[in-house]
């Protein structure tokens, strides 16, 4: 195994509130490779962005972290604000949910773009125009040069969103982190946007975070799934282990209830129940209350991440049970 | 760009000339230049035609205005009957006067207050910003003549040797030396500006705090731009746009505010002109001073949405 | 596909999921079977907001100075001792004397009833005035919404101050028909602000959930948008006395406002001018009272903001 180009240990993330500690991310650890796509998918509540806005350093700054995330030699968690902002935008980039508000209103796209490459890089302005204009054409927008000098609100939702990533990969990052990038968009767009991804990952080699919702997403897209519930990382594997071999009772819930478009007409399977509080999780195993698997010892002690073969792992008592029975697959 | 600028100018102008029409007609109703004189009559006929005459007082109120224009575009705005001479020369020479206070007042309290509005919003909750926000209320809570009063008190007898009280009845200190210049504008200029710095550094604070939170900051941030940058540059940009219609607003109240504080430090300018006119009533001057500041106001507010069009692009589009 | 996401698309994303944790954590304290109405919560809220309690208690203080204080007092408003005039504070004249010997506490008490007097009425009828036209405006747009919105437009044309000096003049002789060209001029500034309210509300989607559903003009206007509108009315009639009593006491200053042998604060303010340097505990007192007042009525004004409208950014948290 080549090292890995980020190494998270045991990252917690801990909000203050008036009732006392909200935990929206608790104990979580994972590596990432270089050139992969990594997927991150749960709930919303599930701490997958506050992971990411954690790994970036841009959370709320009430925000309590422990932990150490492992960048490029560096543990980020403790550099000072300089040198995290020059890693920022150069050495890790982020796009965000939602691109109609994430670009400012009063400033052209290419103007946005040309500031993220010279604040990185000392070129001359013509220069990165230039490179601005380069980088629009990657990413699939027509005319860049017009649409370099119009503002964001001249542009369409998945204009705007390749726009958030050119900008994003103008200085050849090494980790590209996604946040929901297509869900505020439509459908077909959405299709777009993934693919735009995918040219610019096969183009310049940066290592994809990408952290969604959308269980039809990641199948498209991902090299390596993990799966996240109630703060804590629940399972993580390949690709083929996550869909045909999950060792995890929500994960294979969450397979479980992809409509089934050329099956028998079914009820949509649901998983019933709320995710829980999290400033008083249920005792043992967040998922103990809605699993159909759950025993005793599942409200006794919170599971252990396990491993179980490769880069296949799960957080659950039963995790050698599923093995045994036929692990069903999607159809 | 030019286009919007043009289609403000054409809602304006008609916006303008019915204001003015209106404000003739209501200072007309209101005033009657004769009241002296009917107590007088049948004796005083003459001088009871003469007034007449000269302000077309039998003429219907409705089309008083007109002759008003008619004058006013040959430059004549009629003659004082309470300080003396041409109204236009009245106005230029006291106008003169309030700019030199009304101006510094506005410049200065809007600097100060956007310093403040970015200070509180990026200190929230800290004691400078309990401080500062305090400072507002009470800021809100003074009205300029207490606080006028308050200053002249203060800095008048009990700082006799800092800043004497200026009478200004046969004008400033000849020579125009700058420094005494300064010397008496200062407290007019304060109190006048207090009220403004109140009133925009809250509304700049709570833009600036909205501003902060929105998404496009966190992408700034994620970009690696300094927090000055983010702060100067991304936020205030932002957070200027709904102040620019404040300072309309702040304009206005200050040619109020002006009134009262000119007439407490004896300062020349339109303000005790006003008042004098009032008294009397001096048709001419009460009309030719009620139409400058409307027309003032209206002007400034065409620039304030200008001005609007050039922070916010998307204005720019419709 | 799997959708697994109950969050809605658009806006915040990760730090307003954040704040659905932090307050569904809040909520918790609280949990009971019935849940809290509207009123309550804003009632709670109110009474949480140091500053509005100080506010009212401060207000309601400086009310019953004013209305019982002269009560306590031998003297009556116009009782002059000529004698005894230009006095500062004695034990008899808490206030002192003015020129013509008469007391200045009971005179500043009937001073402060006038201005608050004025300021509520004024403020009442403004507001009453303003939401009217303002809903109106906001909620039937297009002709009836160009034709308010100019008028305004045009009241507002001219400075405050300026305008009201030359009506005051002319139609302001006692006090409440000085309130009513103070309301005949502040409305503008409700009607502003109901009118916006009223317009984003009506394109806010429950009310065309309302009007799929069937619901009369009426029912809507009444059940779903005055609900809302109510909240804003009652911060801005706060801040509307405040504002009023401000640009009376400046008019009574000036001699356009309040006259003999009525008093209010800011004419009094205007009678110890003439002595400020030898006496300005004289100007200082009415000119107080007036800061006081106003600043009360403001914190109540920003505790109500706070309590109805949770949603917009108060200064204290």
New interface residues.
Partial sequence: MSTPLLKVDNLTVGFPSKSGLVSAVTDVSFELFPGEVLSVVGESGSGKSVTALAI?R?HPRSAQITGSVQFDGRDLLTIDDDEM??????DV??I?Q?PM???????SVGAQIV??IR??NDVSKQAAQKRAIDLLDLVGVPEPRRRASQ?P??YSGGMRQRA?IA?AISNDPKLLIADEPTTALDVTVQAQVMEVLHDVQKATGTAIMLITHDLGLVAGSADRVQVMYASRLMETGSIDEIFYESRNPYTQALIDSIPDLDGNKEDLASIPGNPPSLLNPPSGCPFRPRCSMAVERCAEATPELIHIANSHASRCHRADDMASAAAGTPS | MLAYIIRRLLVTIP??M??LY??HV??ST??DPRSTFILCLPLCQDGYDQITEVYNLDQSVWIRPFSWFGSAIRGDFGESNSIGGPVGEILWERGKNTAMIAIPAFVIGSIVALLLAVYSARHQ?TFGDYFF?GLA??G???????MA??L??IF??QFENWFGVKPFNTGRKTGENFFELVRDVTLPVTSLMILGIAADSRFG??SM??TL????I?????????ER?IVWK?AL??AL?PLVTLWALNL??L???A??TE?IFSWPGLGPA??TA?AKPDLDL?LG??ML??TI??VFNLIADIMYGI????IR?D | MADLGNQPSGS??P?SSIAVMLAAADDLEGLSDKPKTFGRLAFERFIHHKLAIVGAAGLMLIIAAFFIGPILSDFEVDDYDVLNRLAGPTKAHWFGTDEIGRDLFVRTAEGGQLSIRIGFVAAGLATAFGTVMGAVAGYFGKAVDAIIS?VI??I????????L???A???GSTWWKLAMVLAALLWTRIARIVRGVVLSLKEQEFVMAARAAGASHRRIIFRHILPNVIGVIAVEITLLV?TVI?LE??LS??G?GVKPPETSL?LL?ADA?GN??ND?LR??TP??M???I??CV??LGDGLRDALDPRS?S?R?
């Fill in positions: 970036m841009l902002r020059a890693i920022r935008g150069r980039a982020m965000f939602d508000t994430a670009l400012n209103p009063v400033f500031e993220a604040v990185h503002f609100h001249e958030m900008m | 916006l303008l019915i204001a209106l404000v209501g200072v209101t005033t909750y926000t209320f009470f809100f809570a003074f009205p300029s003549f207490v009063l308050l002249q008190n008048g007898v604070r709570s705090l909205e939170n929105q998404d496009y966190r992408t700034a941030r994620a970009k690696g731009l300094p940058t991304h940009r932002n746009i206005s109240a040619l109020g505010g009134v009262v007439s006003f008042l009032l009460l001073f009620v500041t409307g106001v209206v922070l916010d692009p998307r589009f | 915040d994303g730090d100019q437009n045009l507002l044309v001219v400075p405050a101050l300026i305008v000096s030359v009506f003049l002319k139609f405040g401000v006491s400046t200053f000036l356009l800011g303010v001018k400020i340097d300005p100007v200082l000119g107080i007036i800061v006081l106003v600043l403001n914190f950014k200064e948290g």
